[in-house]
């Protein structure tokens, strides 16, 4: 029957041309006068083509509904992209080290060294340097403030020491500041312009602390006695660290030794001074005070440095003993500083 059908529609198509060679029809153009086989050729067609709309509308429809089920998500995915940012706010570091270097090779360059200057501020192998290369030099540089102005973009304040051409790095030199706008580049950096020579940052206020006033230490005061031996074994390796150390401390001397001898000076406590009966007797075991304790330390040659450390003591068996090496002291309506060593 297939075979059949296939064969009636080859005998239409046949009557088509057979029409069309006859001049019943026109091209592109269906005559009023077209004959009865044109005609049932065309009913056919149309026939076929409406039961291929009915079978294919299922499929069309669905191919759709994916089509438009994929287009939002792929939307989403484009747009999340382009809104992620380059680098981290916190990743400040690569920008302030890249300035530093930036800013060194800035203060030296001079007369034909358009190029160096160039591997940082691709625009300046336009420029024409005057000045003998190297008639000034960076002493040291570093940088004091990074601002992220955008998403891979830093505003890099480096301080930098210039000298004189002829003067040793110990000589007299200036203290100027030059702002870097440092853009990322791949996996480098590039300058967006020359530096700019900007004045200093400002210092603000001294931060208050949260000890009480600092006394002369006293040997009346046990916690004196354990402070003195701990910094001096800490800093001139001489005596047992460990045995002013509260069980499960544990900080170790700075090696090789910077000083030879220590002297504790004064004492501050965090909620102020203790009077002479509370700090000539050692309270319960697991009382805490916290401390900041003022030394003087002399190296070899003798020379003397003032040093500060905040500490906080524990007692046990009737004695202080060093609990936490704090990395800062403590400030007023603030929690206890953080700690070096591990404790308990």
Known sequence: MRWGKRRSDQEQWEQVEAACAADEWDVGVWRVGASTGAVAQAAGLARRFAWLLLFSGPFLGGAALLSQAMAPAHAVEQGTAAQRPVAAPGDQVGPAGWADLYVDAYVAAGQGGEQQLAAYYPAAAQLRLSGTPGAQHAVATDAVHVQQVGAGYWAVTVAVQVADLGKDSGGPSQLRYFQVPVRSAGKGFVAAALPAAVSAPG???????????????????????????????????????????????????????????????????????????????????????????????????GVARPLTYAIELRARAGRWEVDQLQSAPRLAGNGPATTSGAQQ
């Open 203 to 301: 210092g603000g206020a001294a931060p208050t602390l949260a000890y009480g006033q600092s006394k002369p230490a006293t040997s009346s005061d046990p916690a004196t006695a354990t402070v003195s031996e701990f910094l001096s074994a800490y800093l001139t390796g001489n005596g047992d660290l460990t045995r002013d150390l509260s069980p499960g401390t544990v900080i170790s001397p700075i090696s090789p030794a910077p000083y030879a001898s220590v002297s504790v000076t004064d004492i501050a406590q965090v909620g102020g001074g203790q009077d002479g009966s509370s700090s000539t007797a050692v309270p319960a075991d697991g009382t805490r005070r916290q401390v900041l304790v003022d030394v003087e330390a002399s190296d070899t040659s």
